[in-house]
Structure formats: structure tokens, C-alpha cells
């Protein structure tokens, strides 16, 4: 790894800090600050090496602000990883790392992530005002609410009725958002198909809403109207892709796609994929209006652009003769642009 992958990446500012007292290593990059401060989490793990850890960080970095020039916030985007074993992770360490997510001044502002939860947070809270979604707000149904909105924009660029009532749609985990979809999509009229490994998950919605289910892995082959992934990332791969027998693919799940090449696969097959980081924003505006003294409703009026703006994606792409995938990326990166200078780090 080195300063030639930063600067492919496009990033803004990558830092690396060590705090010897309390163990704490940690990276902190910042993909773009064009449109205000940098916000993403911070996850801890025990990387094999310096290299992974990096890597991670400018990945997700840049995934964020992708994310948040799609939903065309006031924010840039960062990402912050802690080297370590979770399990040693300290009150005193959690500190240390607060003191340096401090000296941005704002400019960086981080929440949770894979081993960092609201606990670590409210640690990391008392040393910096810096730090979001210690509020209690759950953004869930507002995600689920961005995903029934991009299913709509899906169904209006296939065939021109954005209507759900009688689609079957097949949705590939019900833990909080999955379950939160499925109950929209049921009041909507729409057929339901759920998949978990969780069978009392599974059970649950089945009470509730009456859907039926499959087997996890046969998802990928039920005949449907569209496939909505709200469970893992990497389930567009080349084992999966030519089993689909849907549409569309609109869900909430982060990185939907093995790798960027899958975006093709799937237009290749004629399937419509909205990307997940334009579909998946619900739980973002929710901090955002949360932050800005809104209430949930106002989150789901604002996350209503979701449509408008994979509709724009979608003609793009028909019109460019590119992918969803790309046309959402030019329509970030041009959002980026307009955000002006960059705060410099
Ligand atoms: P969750 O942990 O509550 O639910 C995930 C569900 O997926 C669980 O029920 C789990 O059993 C199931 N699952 C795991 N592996 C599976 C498999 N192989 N097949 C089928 N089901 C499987 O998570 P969540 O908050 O509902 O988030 C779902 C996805 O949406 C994640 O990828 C998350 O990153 C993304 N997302 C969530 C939000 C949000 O507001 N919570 C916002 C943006 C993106």
C-alpha cells in the first residue's frame, strides 16, 4: 500500500495515529469534504496487518461519500478504523481515540460500525462533541421506506407502472429493515416472499404479515418480480447472478455487488439494479434530520427523493448506454463538484 492508492482512490486526507499509553493505532481517512464534513463510522478489528486495515478504511471511506453526495447531503465522507482485538478494547483506549476524532474540530464526524457500538460511542462522547447516533433515533423504517421508493422508481423504468400492488417481491432477510420493508410492501398489495437463516426470524414476519418463505440459498432461483437483498454483502456474485429470475434488484444491504464488473452481469441478464448506496440512504437522512431537530416524519418525506433521483440514474444509463451503477457514481461525483473547496486537512 501506498500514497499511489490514496491518490487513485481520489482521497482527500489519511492519517495514522498511535497512542502508546493506551494501545490505541488507529486510521482515519477522509474521502471528500466538497459538500461539509467528513461523517462515517468507526469499526475495530484485528487486521493480519497494516495494509488490510488501510485498505478498509479508504474503501469505506469513499463508499460513504459516494452515499452522501447521492442523497445530496451537506456531508462529505469518512471512515475511521481501530487496530485491535475488540476484546481488549478500553474505556482509556475509546478516550484516546475520542482525543483524535477531536482534534478535526468537526471536520470529521464519526458513529458506529463492526465492533463500535452506542456504548464505545458515549465513551468516545465525553471526550469530543464530534460524534453521532448516540441519540437513540432508529433510521430502520426510514431505510425500509427508501427501499419501497426505489422499488417504485425500478417498476416505473421497466414497464412504466410504478405500482406495487400484485408484484412479487422476494426479500432476502427480515432482521430490522427486511422486517420493516416487508410490512410496507404488504400494505402496499404487494406479494411477499421472505428468506433468513434465522428461522424464528422467518417465523415472525410469517405470523405477522402471513408472507411465505424459502430456504436461504434458493432465493436466487424464485421467479419474482423483483429481489430485495436486506441481509449481507457480496450476494451478486457470479454464482448467484445467473440463477435470478427477477426484474429488478432493489434492497437495503451495503455492498450488494462481489465487485463492480457484477453491475455489468446484471444488465447483461436485463435485470435493473438500483444501487444500493442510492436506494439504502434512508438511514442517513434519518441522522441528518435527527441532528437537524426533525422528527420521523420529516425523515420520510425527505427520503421520498430516493425515486426522483434513481429515475434520473435510470435514464442516464438508458441514454449513456452505462450501468445504473455508473450513472449513480457520475451523479455523486458531480454533486461532489459542486460542493466547492475542499477543507483542507
Ligand atoms: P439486521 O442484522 O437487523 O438484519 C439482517 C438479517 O439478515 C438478519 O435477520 C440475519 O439473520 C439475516 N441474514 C444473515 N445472513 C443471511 C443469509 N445468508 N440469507 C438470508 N438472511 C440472512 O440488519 P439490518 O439493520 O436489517 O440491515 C440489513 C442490511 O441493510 C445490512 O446490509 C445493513 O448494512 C444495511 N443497511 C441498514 C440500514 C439501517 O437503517 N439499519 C441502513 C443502511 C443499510
Do not use: W
Not at 487513485?8 to 498511535?18: K, N, S
Not at 416505473?156 to 427486511?178: F, M, P
Amino acid at each position: 500500500m501506498s500514497f499511489r492508492e490514496m491518490d487513485a482512490g481520489g482521497h482527500e486526507h489519511v492519517a495514522y495515529y498511535r497512542d502508546e499509553p493506551t494501545g490505541l493505532r488507529c486510521i482515519v481517512a477522509v474521502h471528500d469534504s466538497r459538500r461539509g464534513p467528513a461523517v462515517g463510522g468507526t469499526r475495530m478489528l484485528a487486521y493480519d496487518d497494516e495494509g488490510g486495515a488501510l485498505t478498509d478504511a479508504l474503501r469505506l471511506s469513499r463508499a460513504m461519500a459516494y452515499k452522501t453526495a447521492a442523497a445530496e447531503l451537506p456531508l462529505g465522507g469518512g471512515k475511521a478504523v481501530i487496530i485491535g482485538d475488540p476484546a481488549e478494547k478500553t474505556d482509556d483506549l475509546l478516550r484516546a481515540y475520542g482525543r483524535v476524532v477531536d482534534s478535526y474540530g468537526g471536520r470529521f464526524v464519526t458513529g458506529e460500525d463492526v465492533n463500535v457500538d452506542v456504548s464505545d460511542l458515549r465513551v468516545v462522547e465525553s471526550v469530543t462533541d464530534h460524534v453521532g447516533g448516540t441519540g437513540g433515533g432508529d433510521g430502520t423504517d426510514v431505510t425500509a421506506a427508501g427501499v419501497v421508493h426505489g422499488l417504485r422508481a425500478c417498476f416505473a423504468e421497466t414497464d412504466g407502472d410504478d405500482s406495487l400492488a400484485g408484484r412479487r417481491v422476494a426479500v432476502q432477510g427480515v432482521g430490522k429493515v427486511g422486517r420493516a420493508l416487508v410490512a410496507r410492501l404488504v400494505d402496499a398489495g404487494a406479494e411477499v416472499m421472505v428468506a433468513d437463516v434465522d428461522g424464528a426470524a422467518v417465523a415472525a414476519v410469517g405470523d405477522e404479515f402471513g408472507v411465505e418463505s424459502v430456504a436461504p440459498d434458493a432465493v436466487y432461483d424464485e421467479p419474482c418480480d423483483a429481489f430485495a437483498p436486506c441481509a449481507l454483502g457480496g450476494v451478486l456474485n457470479d454464482e448467484t447472478i445467473p440463477r435470478l429470475r427477477c426484474d429488478v434488484v432493489c434492497g437495503s444491504a451495503n455492498n450488494q455487488l462481489a465487485g463492480r464488473r457484477h453491475a455489468d452481469a446484471l444488465a447483461e441478464r436485463g435485470i435493473l439494479y438500483a444501487p444500493d448506496y442510492v436506494v439504502n440512504a434512508g438511514g442517513l437522512v434519518s441522522g441528518v434530520v435527527e441532528l437537524e431537530g426533525g422528527d420521523p416524519a420529516a425523515a420520510l418525506e425527505r427520503v421520498g427523493a430516493v425515486r426522483g433521483r434513481l429515475a434520473t440514474m435510470f435514464r442516464t444509463a438508458r441514454e449513456t448506454g452505462s450501468t445504473p451503477l455508473a450513472a449513480a457514481d457520475r451523479f455523486a461525483e458531480a454533486r461532489m463538484a459542486e460542493g466547492g473547496e475542499r477543507q483542507l486537512f
